[in-house]
């Protein structure tokens, strides 16, 4: 099973500033998932990069897999409350697109 | 659009209990999963299914089984409830045909085993 550790495990940061997360394997990943689970919900997905060196950009999210396809990153400008969550990364293995997730980083954005 | 139902959202169960956790969903999906959800953690791969009649065991089998008798439903069984099943589970359900590999998920169902 593929092992996906993400960094930092928690991050509290204030309305307005940057941030980057992380998703980083030993392996190398066919494709890569990014989701935000809130409270009391499941995980919603972002976006999935599968070029090495790709980069997407939705709003003020920019997602950057690894040129090697071993790590991939999340960089939210000017961030809000409604940022808050858990943010997953997830690589999907076999013909069923079994999810191997990562073990989470854990944002809260305040006024 | 109900996309992928989960029932219940809360329980509690006895050491001991056995239950079965419904998932349901409307999109004419091949592929279903079970994960679970322990505190603060990603999501574990319990069992998935790539059609009506075919099961397998993903990272975490142990006290648990499924059935997939139809392309709609896909119910997990807990036997024998253990405090270490404690946890959020979470069903999905993908379409083979989508670009993406977007997967569904449900809300969840809280499971609290004392």
């Known amino acids: 099973t593929q092992l996906l550790e993400q960094s930092p495990q928690f991050l509290s940061i204030q309305e307005g500033e940057n941030l980057t997360v992380y998703c980083n394997s030993s392996?190398?990943?066919?494709?890569l998932q990014w989701y935000r689970q809130e409270p009391g919900e499941g995980p919603v997905l972002l976006v999935t990069?599968?070029?090495?060196?790709e980069v997407k950009k939705l709003k003020r999210l920019t997602f950057q897999f690894g040129d090697a396809r071993k790590d991939s990153s999340l960089h939210i400008t000017a961030a809000q409350p409604g940022d808050t969550g858990l943010y997953l990364c997830?690589?999907?293995?076999?013909?069923?697109?079994?999810?191997?997730f990562g073990t989470g980083t854990r944002l809260q954005v305040t006024l | 659009n109900a996309g992928v139902t989960q029932t219940p959202k809360f329980r509690i169960l006895k050491i001991g209990q056995s239950m079965t956790l419904q998932c349901a969903q409307d999109?004419?999906?091949?592929?279903m999963y079970w994960y679970r959800q322990d505190p603060g953690m990603g999501l574990k791969l319990i069992y998935y299914?790539?059609?009506?009649?075919?099961?397998d065991k993903g990272e975490v089998p142990n006290g648990y089984n499924v059935s997939r008798s139809t392309t709609e439903d896909f119910p997990l069984r807990l036997e024998l409830a253990a405090p270490s099943q404690t946890s959020v589970y979470f069903c999905?359900?993908?379409?083979?045909?989508?670009?993406?590999?977007?997967?569904?998920f449900g809300e969840g169902s809280w499971l609290t085993v004392v």
């Open positions: 990069v599968v070029t090495g060196g």
């Open positions: 999109m004419n999906h091949n592929y």
């Open positions: 997830a690589s999907a293995t076999g013909t069923a697109s079994k999810l191997t």
């Open positions: 392996s190398v990943f066919s494709s």
């Open positions: 999905a359900s993908r379409s083979p045909a989508l670009s993406g590999n977007t997967i569904y």
């Open positions: 299914s790539v059609g009506a009649g075919i099961t």
